[in-house]
């Protein structure tokens, strides 16, 4: 028997607990497995999201969820009655889903081809380069007053980052900076989106295709060592992608290092202005930053829920799951429980056994993770290092309307001059 969820998951969503939704999440523990008025189903304790998360019968493909091939079968008959009273009727195009969104073999096979590219040397090698943008970036406040820790530094940084590792021209990024945003809130599974909005949805994800598919030809012609080149020219052992493949998985990447790192960096800044002597420790002992920055992908992440289906009938904590159902598994619940991590609800910068699910876990785990920790730890430091005196304008600041992918939209820090 399915329990019905003592706090419904719409409060989740709701943007007044956006600031703090840790409390509800434990009360979500209480129900491991919840199903909701929709027919979803919640998972918010850790060794459920974790055996999910690993097991081949949840699919990542919303193509398959009974709630999707509803939505298409209500779309297709509305196109069919539009058509039968003579108005014109647009087709969607088919689009190849990014791999974040398949299933083996195929999430595999461009999970790898990425993969390849992603090489640690060339990752690595981006550290002195993330240095130079963190200093760039801070210098420019040199006389200290108010800085906002997103605008000024926690966007810009991964934004340079990803638009060089990829081989995107940086002065593109005012165009798919309107676009990423609205395009990563598709990934929260509670936004209703009205028609208009799916309408400018549907406008940008067919803007930014267009500017893809533009700069791949491009590129094409002319390579240079980036990894949108090298998956161009590559004479992968998997095969080549095709140019669809190339475009959904070149976006998939500017996307996830558009709206991930921003709030890892910024949540890393508000914790140790809300607590001066965590900053003043990460001053005197700047190796502190390694375990810090997993705490906070434990404590604060920024993403905190991800959505599979069920494509059999799963039994998990005594509950049968129905085939086809929609399964919200909140890894940041996950990462607070206390059967698995001692003090869960408090922060510790040391932390040892530290198995946070900050970057999902299984076939899915987070391909940026180690870019996204060489971002965080360099900007970390350097704020702590640096600022003189600072101190958190507002608190709490104002949250981006997206509960999955949560952060602040503005940081302001007011500060006496750098170091
Ligand atoms: C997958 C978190 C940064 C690219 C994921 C997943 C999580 C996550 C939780 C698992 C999704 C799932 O199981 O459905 C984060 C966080 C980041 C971050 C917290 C920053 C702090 C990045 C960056 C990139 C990136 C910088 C790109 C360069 C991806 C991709 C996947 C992924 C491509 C899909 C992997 C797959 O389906 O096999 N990320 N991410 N992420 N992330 Fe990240």
């Not at 990014?98 to 090698?125: A, G």
């Not at 006389?143 to 940086?170: E, H, K, S």
């Not at 960096?265 to 508000?270: D, H």
């Amino acid at each position: 028997m399915a329990q019905q969820a003592k706090v419904d998951f719409k409060q989740i969503l709701d943007h007044s607990h956006i600031a703090n939704p840790y409390p509800l999440y434990e009360q979500f523990r209480e129900t491991p497995v919840a199903l909701q008025e929709d027919g979803s189903y919640i998972v918010s304790t850790y060794n459920e999201i974790v055996s999910l998360l690993h097991d081949p019968r949840l699919s990542s493909d919303m193509r398959k969820s009974d709630a999707q091939k509803q939505a298409l079968q209500q779309a297709k008959q509305k196109r069919a009655q539009l058509a039968a009273q003579g108005q014109p009727v647009e087709e969607p195009e088919e689009v190849v889903p990014p791999f974040i969104f398949q299933d083996p073999p195929n999430h595999d096979r461009l999970r790898r081809i990425v993969m390849r590219q992603f090489t640690p040397e060339r990752i690595e090698s981006m550290g002195s380069h993330v240095e130079q943008i963190v200093k760039e970036h801070l210098d420019k406040h040199a006389q200290g007053g108010q800085i906002d820790i997103v605008d000024d530094l926690a966007y810009p940084l991964p934004v340079t980052v990803i638009c060089q590792l990829l081989g995107v021209p940086r002065e593109d990024e005012p165009r798919f900076h309107a676009w990423a945003e609205p395009l990563a809130s598709v990934l929260d599974p509670g936004q209703v989106q009205t028609e208009a909005q799916q309408k400018q949805i549907m406008e940008f994800s067919r803007q930014i295709h267009e500017y893809m598919d533009e700069l791949l030809q491009k590129l094409k012609a002319n390579p240079g060592d980036n990894m949108l080149s090298g998956m161009l020219t590559t004479n992968d052992i998997d095969g080549p992608m095709s140019p669809r493949e190339l475009i959904s998985t070149a976006i998939l990447l500017l996307i996830a290092g558009h709206e991930t790192t921003v709030n890892l960096i910024t949540n890393g800044t508000l914790a140790m202005l809300r607590s001066p002597e965590l900053m003043e420790q990460l001053r005197q002992d700047p190796e502190l930053v390694i375990t810090y920055v997993e705490e906070l992908l434990r404590y604060d992440p920024p993403v905190h829920f991800r959505t599979r289906t069920a494509l059999a009938d799963i039994e998990v904590a005594g509950t049968t799951i129905p085939k086809g159902a929609t399964i919200i598994l909140v890894l940041a619940s996950g990462s607070h429980d206390e059967k698995r991590f001692k003090q869960s609800e408090e922060f510790i910068p040391d932390r040892q056994d530290n198995e946070h699910l900050g970057f999902g876990s299984g076939i899915h785990y987070c391909v940026g993770a180690p870019l996204a920790r060489i971002e965080a730890h360099i900007a970390l430091s350097e704020i702590s290092r640096r600022l003189i005196d600072p101190k958190l304008a507002v608190d709490p600041p104002t949250y981006r309307d997206n509960a999955a992918l949560r952060g602040p939209r503005h940081l302001p820090v007011d500060f006496k001059g750098l170091r």
